[in-house]
């Protein structure tokens, strides 16, 4: 397949696509992003790379981050993690509250804020060093030793971070939250900090093209099954609700920022990584998902 080649048709044909969508400035240091920013970066299990715009650009992955906070409690908690939190799509905005009070403080999945909040919860009860331990997961799975938080972001998230405030809250009342409120959120403030460019984003998730094993380290991650699974609940939850839009249109599994941020997997082929800072109503990258939807039609290639 000829990456290079469609990557530069289907560049060619969203100039002239108007974008309607708006930066995210719930969180006011993603507010001062140039919405002008467009990146793309592909990398195949063969480690063969292909890009455009501003790939190298560092952006903030924010909820994109959840895959790999799910992804090393999984394989620490094992199938118990299902007993914390679910896999069902919430057809739900990322932040909301409304399903948590009927599920009895249980998210519908890790993917969605309340979700991903359980998670961190569960990795602070594992790890002796939070913060540490998991950034040194993502940088063993990625091979790239700089991947860093952003704490300036972290702190801006914090200062406004009411509903996430509102969902532990809600949860703990639950008995779904085991560790102290405030070390909870700032790990989570933390996780959604996280700066990579498209390139580090492509390669980053690329272990989950390869059924769990990084191309990097030739370390197993996860298991062939785990990697499945973690593929299965992006499909059907990761992109909130746009989940079914996303997989009717694209047809690969994937997961959305609100920083702009989009990857998608083919498994046993790439990885590939979008990035444009204006969102749709429903929180995800705009021209992201119009990129993918033409490149997985130009090329003929999906899951399905
Ligand atoms: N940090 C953001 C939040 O909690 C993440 C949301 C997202 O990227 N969808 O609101």
Redo the contacts with the bound molecule.
């Keep these: 397949m000829n990456y290079k080649r469609v990557i530069t048709s289907v560049t060619k044909q969203l100039e002239s696509t108007k974008d309607n969508g708006k930066v995210a400035n719930?969180?006011s240091e993603l507010s001062s992003v140039d919405p002008s920013k467009f990146g793309v970066h592909l990398t195949t299990i063969n480690n063969k790379h292909f890009n455009f715009g501003d790939a190298n650009d560092k952006f903030s992955i924010?909820?994109?981050a959840k895959v790999l906070s799910l992804s090393l409690a999984y394989k620490l908690e094992n199938e118990k993690l299902w007993k914390r939190v679910g896999v069902e799509p919430s057809g739900t905005a990322?932040?909301s509250l409304i399903q948590l009070e009927t599920d009895l403080g249980i998210p519908r999945n890790p993917l969605i804020?309340a979700g991903a909040i359980v998670i961190c919860d569960i990795l602070i009860t594992h790890l002796e060093n939070p913060k540490k331990d998991f950034i040194e997961f993502v940088r063993e799975i990625s091979g790239i030793s700089t991947i860093e938080y952003c704490s300036r972001i972290a702190e801006s998230?914090k200062a406004t971070?009411y509903?996430?405030t509102a969902l532990i809250n809600l949860m703990k009342s639950f008995g779904n939250i085991k560790n102290d409120i405030d070390v909870v959120m700032d790990f989570?403030?933390n996780l959604?900090s996280i700066e990579m460019t498209c390139k580090e984003l492509s390669q980053t998730f690329l272990f989950l093209a390869t059924y769990g094993v990084s191309p990097y380290s030739e370390e197993r991650v996860l298991s062939k099954s785990k990697s499945k699974r973690i593929n299965a609940i992006m499909q059907l939850c990761g992109f909130?609700d746009e989940a079914g839009e996303f997989s009717f249109k694209v047809g690969l599994p994937g997961k959305?920022?609100?920083?702009g941020g989009i990857v998608a997997i083919y498994p046993s082929k790439y990885s590939v990584a979008v990035w444009s800072p204006k969102l749709n109503k429903k929180?995800n990258s705009f021209k992201g998902i119009r990129f993918l939807e033409l490149f997985t039609t130009e090329t003929e290639a999906s899951i399905f």
């Design positions: 719930y969180i924010q909820s994109i990322f932040n804020n998230e971070g509903r996430n989570y403030f959604c909130y959305s920022g609100v920083g929180g």
